[in-house]
């Protein structure tokens, strides 16, 4: 079965702080995505990459970056917390050979900016 | 451009109804690939199935049916005899099938259903 894991559930930083939201997949899968999920928005995509130290821009980069050294990790980065950040955020990945395959979330990481 | 629209933000049932979730799409792909997401109250997202673009099949999982109609684009998702257990935010997604974005998804917003004891 495929494991996406986020490293933390919750997450409670202040305004300002760079944040950093790991996300580790354990299926060798090419294709690794961060969405951000606010109540009445859906998901919205904010980063995606296809192999290693490759990514492109979701709808929604601003205020964002990403970093992709290992297949295995994909990792969000705030550089700047601010408030309307707070939301939650959900990683997923799939197979870059397979089509029609579903995505694979993680639990995702409920973020507080204060 | 991918869209997807669900209409309804929020529906409410009492146990044993049958409901019915909408979803409307749009894409100019002649290949695709549509599915819906269950998200309970604890946040996973949890995947309940795919369609493809050419498979215009009706399907059927236990209380759980699917729609799929091109001539409407629509693909919609059907709970016979309704549990509290189903209480949860549904999404509806498309996902393009080519090209370096291969696997990437747009979302519908969701619609929270509430099954009432």
């Known amino acids: 079965d495929v494991k996406v894991t986020q490293s933390s559930r919750y997450l409670v930083k202040r305004t300002g702080e760079k944040v950093f939201l790991e996300c580790v997949q354990d299926?060798?899968?090419?294709?690794m995505f961060w969405y951000r999920q606010d109540p009445g928005l859906g998901l919205r995509l904010i980063y995606f990459s296809y192999d290693v130290k490759m990514k492109e821009k979701g709808d929604i980069p601003e205020g964002y970056s990403v970093s992709r050294e290992k297949k295995e990790r994909f990792s969000l980065i705030l550089e700047s917390a601010s408030t309307n950040q707070t939301s939650m955020y959900l990683c997923?990945?799939?197979?870059?050979?397979?089509?029609?395959?579903?995505?694979?979330f993680g639990d995702g990481t409920r973020l507080s900016i204060l | 451009a991918q869209k997807v629209t669900q209409a309804q933000t929020e529906i409410s049932v009492v146990e044993k109804e049958d409901v019915t979730l909408d979803c409307v799409y749009e894409?100019?792909?002649?290949?695709?690939?549509l599915f819906w997401y269950k998200q309970p109250p604890s946040g996973e997202l949890v995947f309940l199935i795919r369609?493809?673009?050419?498979?215009?099949q009706n399907e059927i999982s236990g209380r759980y049916s699917w729609n799929f109609q091109k001539s409407t684009s629509s693909f919609n998702f059907t709970i016979t005899a309704s549990q509290v257990v189903d209480s949860a935010v549904y999404f509806c997604?498309?996902?393009?099938?080519?090209?370096?974005?291969?696997?990437?998804?747009?979302f519908g917003r969701g619609t929270q259903l509430t099954v009432w004891p």
């Open positions: 997604a498309l996902s393009e099938g080519r090209g370096s974005t291969l696997g990437r998804l747009y």
């Open positions: 369609r493809n673009s050419f498979d215009e």
């Open positions: 997923a990945s799939i197979s870059g050979k397979i089509r029609n395959q579903p995505q694979h």
């Open positions: 299926m060798d899968h090419e294709n």
């Open positions: 894409t100019r792909d002649t290949t695709y690939y």
